[in-house]
């Protein structure tokens, strides 16, 4: 069927007002930016579609592009979503009530492709008890106007166990990108710098009766793709479209439009990289990394995790040690950051990401590096809504519910926080603005009392001290050399925490900038 390779503009019209609408990607990885674009100058020349609802499990933007073409007042009046940080529009529409907006944990938002493919009425799980995603506190509402709504997630007990239960989506259009197609619409990956849950759902579109709409980089000849780098068959795939500006419009990833190392086809010769500078947040990695433990897999957030934790465990040669994973489903390798969150080079493994968050909320990693924005004295933490920014949980929920251990990576204070590392000892030149240890979190994302209940193990870790989570709260175990308890912690914070008996002053190589021999103290008793 050859006529289904249409144009961008053609495939925009396939949508009608009202629709709800899918689309497949992370940060700007196959984000189908020609399909996108055309609807957003569709709705700009016509006004349609318009009223739309959008529904991505992750988050799908680089601050400029990917979903952000859907941002427009009219365009969306529903959005159902994990994440926005990287999406200023989306944020900016939910905080000024102009779209009713919905956050639901990454994981289980692509375990409900699959369960709406299977044609279940929806998905039971654990994950999200407790957090405000769970119908008795928020039920995923990230904005006034969501509140005037009726609960989207439900609370119910099932064979005496406490779950949340999500219902299916119907679905309209789904939107997906690949790398070949050919004649018969068959659709591969390769070139991709993550394998996603394209065909999960692309079922789950299916199951519907919903339009496929598929972008590629590359039109082939029938027969002339290997049935294996097929992942998604033609019978699936209504319409496709060749983008003609790969450069622009099919580009592998925000920061590079085409590298081979990124999709596992080539793999680098092993380069000295430069250290990261001794800053503030690689003080706060190292100080994190000390609860590494040989052969522990770990998982790496976005932020002061994603960005500095691999970059550590190369420069003190704990690679070997230690396996590293990401969400989006890679493993090993070096992880690439920022509006790149999710991709590396030199991987041993791709999986997809339905079957990462898979592994994430059954088995659970060993350790899970988080960002933090707020904690308070249950040791509940807020990272998915801070005054007007409302990032969303991503995948926070489903990796720190799941981990056997959960370090939280945050600054003390925010807005302004300046510090200096000199010989040895850590000096607060400027104290942020912004207080992170409050009487109340904004937003519970992660839940303290249920961590403490099931006995889970939780740090806290800042520059200049370290919380663990004991069943009566949050202590303060640690402190940099230099600081003063009273003047730089306690007078900084919004509670009194519990303190230790016997407060530890952490050790001095952390704050020097040379390697601070981490491999030389990597026990399993540590």
Known sequence: MTNRFISAADAASRIQNGDTVCTVGM??????????????ARFLQEGAPNNLTLVHAAGQCDRQRGNQHFAHPGLV?????????????WMAMINNN?????????????????????????????VGLGTFVDPRIEGGRMNARTREQPNLVEHVTFRGEESLFYPAIPLNVVIVRGTHADEDGNLTTDEEAMKLEVLHAVLAAKRYGATVLAQVKYRVARGSLHPKSVVVPGNLIDAIVVCDDPETDHRQTSGWAFDPALCGDIRLPAAASASLPLDLRKLIGRIACRYLTPGCVINLGTGIPNDVIGAIVHEEKLGEQVTITVESGIYGGQQAGGTDFGIGRNLSA?????????????????ITYMGAGEMDPHGHVNATRLGAS??????FIDITQNARHVVFCSSFTAKGLEIACEQGQLRIVREGEVRKLVPAVGQISYNGEL???????????????????????????????GIDVER??????????????ELAVMDSALFQPQPCGLLSRFSPSH
């Open 390 to 395: 409302c990032p969303g949980a991503g995948g």
């Open 27 to 40: 940060t700007l990885i196959s984000a189908a930016e020609s399909i996108l674009k055309a609807i957003e």
């Open 350 to 366: 791709m999986i997809s990401h339905q079957d990462q968050m898979l592994y994430y909320n059954g088995a659970g990693v060993d």
């Open 488 to 501: 730089d912690i306690l007078a900084q914070m919004d509670f009194r925490p519990l303190i230790a008996p």
């Open 98 to 126: 102009e779209v009713e907006a919905w956050c639901l944990p990454q994981g289980q938002m692509v375990h409900l492709y699959g369960a709406m493919a299977a044609g279940l009425p929806g998905r039971l799980s654990p």
């Open 451 to 481: 961590a403490r209940a099931k006995g889970q193990t939780m740090h806290y870790v800042t520059e200049r001290a370290v919380f663990e989570l004991h069943p009566e709260g949050p202590v303060l175990i640690e402190v940099a050399p």
């Open 77 to 89: 009046t529903r959005i159902i979503g994990s994440h926005w940080g990287l999406a200023p529009r």
